[in-house]
Every structure is written in structure tokens, then in C-alpha cells.
């Protein structure tokens, strides 16, 4: 079952921060985020598992609510880079590796 | 360099035709997948293959079919392509439910 993320887009200056939440209604043993810019295959930003950890490298972090199956990605002082669309992908505890994505948040970074 | 590799980037096909779209991966993993995107509807899920000859439907499989006979290649075939179909085709790969997965170029699909 697809993961529902939200917002859908996002638009913002350079330097402001945003969160993208993603949630499910399964339990998660697994949420992974990826970017994906125009053109381009989605690229690997890292991936939180089952446990409530938080991880994070450089300004772009994320959290992991196993109570409420829900995850949030949040970029702090965002950089023109940053531009493109996230998605987030969930292992369900029941469904071996089956790997499930969201429909995808559209973030652009103005100067 | 970790590698997945799609047989196409661009393929343009007849309604009607049985279209087969390849993906090799380099890294020995055991799982397989191909997604559609498209606008506002995200990466959704077709079919994945955890082993060899092994394979589940996912949330759209119809239309389509998948043969995964060595390791490294997950096929995935249109029986008889319908114009619905056109879209952007991505593969995908990784060993474990708790590592990353990596993706090929994609194949952007158009059934005339």
C-alpha cells in the first residue's frame, strides 16, 4: 500500500526550511527517502528503521514515529540544490522487502 | 561503481505489440523491482522479484507480466501494449528491506 506524503509541493526561498511527512497506515519496518531531479533517477538520501531513530547528514534530517507510522523529512536553510522531487518509501514489518513509494512532494528552492 | 542498467532509455511502440523492458544490476542483489511514474502519481509499484524465478504482483500488475530467470535481470513485459501504458518505466535494486536501493535511468514508453 502506497505511503501518503504530504504537501504535494512546496515552494520556497533560499534559506527557509521545510518538512515533508510521510505516513502509513501498516506497521513500517523500514522508511527511506529519496530526491529525485528532472531527468534523473531518484537518489538515495537515507533510510530510518523501525525503533523511532532520527538521522540526519548536513542540513537534511529526518525522524521516524513507529507509534504513528509516520516519518518527517526536514531541510533547514535550504540551498538552490535542494530543488526536485522527494519521495518516500516504506517496508511494511509484513511484506518482506517489498519496497512502496508515496506519490512524491515537489520542492523548489528559489534564490 | 554500483550499476543498474536499463536496455532503453527511450522506446516509442505499437498498440498491440508485445513490448519487453530489460534491467541488468551488477551488485548480486536478490530484489528486483519496476515502478511506473507519472505526474502527480508517484513511483507506484508493478511487480517485484525478492529471487530468482521468485515474483509478487504489486499495486498495478495488470498488463503486465515479469520473468526473472539469472539473478542479475528482471524483465518486464507488456503482453499487448495499450496507450495507457505511456509512461516513464523504472527499475530498481537492493539486497535488504534496511538498505538503500538504487535505480536505473528509466525507460520513457510511448504506446502510438
Known amino acids: 500500500q502506497q505511503p501518503v506524503q504530504s504537501p504535494q509541493a512546496v515552494i520556497l526561498r533560499e534559506g527557509e526550511d521545510a518538512v515533508i511527512n510521510c505516513s502509513s497506515s501498516k506497521a513500517l519496518y523500514s522508511v527511506h527517502w529519496y530526491r529525485q531531479k528532472h531527468g534523473e533517477a531518484p537518489v538515495f538520501l537515507m533510510i530510518?528503521?523501525?525503533?523511532?531513530e532520527q538521522k540526519g547528514h548536513d542540513k537534511i534530517s529526518a525522524s521516524f514515529n513507529e507509534k504513528k507510522q509516520q516519518s518527517s523529512l526536514y531541510l533547514t536553510a535550504s540551498q538552490l540544490s535542494y530543488s526536485g522531487t522527494y519521495f518516500c518509501?516504506?517496508?511494511?514489518?509484513?511484506?518482506?522487502?517489498?519496497?512502496?513509494f508515496g506519490e512524491g512532494t515537489q520542492l523548489t528552492v528559489n534564490p | 561503481d554500483v550499476k543498474v542498467t536499463q536496455s532503453s532509455r527511450y522506446l516509442v511502440k505499437r498498440t498491440g505489440e508485445k513490448v519487453f523492458l530489460e534491467c541488468v544490476q551488477d551488485m548480486d542483489h536478490e530484489n528486483m523491482f519496476w515502478y511506473r511514474q507519472d505526474p502527480g502519481l508517484g513511483l507506484r509499484l508493478i511487480y517485484f522479484?525478492?529471487?530468482?524465478?521468485?515474483?509478487e504482483k504489486g499495486d498495478i500488475p495488470e498488463g503486465y507480466s515479469v520473468s526473472r530467470e539469472k539473478k542479475e535481470r528482471f524483465s518486464l513485459i507488456l503482453e499487448s501494449a495499450s496507450t495507457n501504458q505511456t509512461s516513464m518505466y523504472l527499475c530498481a535494486t537492493h539486497s535488504s528491506m534496511n538498505t538503500e536501493a538504487f535505480f536505473g535511468q528509466g525507460t520513457r514508453l510511448t504506446v502510438v
Open positions: 518509501g516504506t517496508v511494511e514489518e509484513t511484506s518482506g522487502s517489498r519496497l512502496t
Open positions: 522479484s525478492y529471487d530468482v524465478k521468485m515474483k
Open positions: 530510518l528503521l523501525k525503533g523511532g
